[in-house]
């Protein structure tokens, strides 16, 4: 089995709703954004990223691509935290009605999921697990694909007798191989 990038997540801008601000500090580099806030609760979401948006009400386009139901995906995190191993990353699965269907909680760096059957949409959350400070670089979010075997097959030939070859093949006759 091999897997396939299918996004890469950064935390690129903040949104109404998306990011805990009460007594934070953000700090947006080229590379990676810090998040400090030393009374933060355990427990609370630090930023979520959608799958589905309304663009029209937020001016906001989604942050995941589409997942395919029964599908198994990879996860992979590039943060760090003080203290460190002080987050986790929660993802919420939800149908049609915007009903939460089930959900996962990632704790390692590296990470498989089943997307369940009769998933709409779903959002990724980072939660804080007792951090003060997270530096954010990017997640990763691979496809498993599965091996697929080939048989090789010969090329078919077609060989006529005399009496079968069509009428239409008569001016290729000498390119034809008879029995």
Known sequence: MTKSLLAVI???????GAAYLYGSSLDFSSDAVLFKNPRLASGKPIVQFLSKTNYQGNRRSPDLPL????????????????????VFVQIDF??????????????QDMESFTCPPDTFSYTISILSAGCRQLRFKEMR????????????????????????????????TPLIQLL
Do not use: C, D, G
């Open 10 to 16: 950064r935390w690129q801008e903040v949104y109404s």
């Open 141 to 172: 979010l691979y496809e498993e694909k599965q091996a697929v075997e080939r048989k090789e097959l010969a090329p078919l030939q077609k060989k006529y007798t005399e009496k079968q070859l069509p009428e239409e093949l008569q001016f290729v």
């Open 67 to 86: 997942l395919v139901p029964n599908h198994v995906y990879f996860l992979e995190r590039e943060m760090t935290t003080e203290p460190a191993n002080r």
């Open 94 to 107: 939800f149908n049609r009605q915007n009903e939460k269907i089930a959900f996962e909680v990632l704790r």
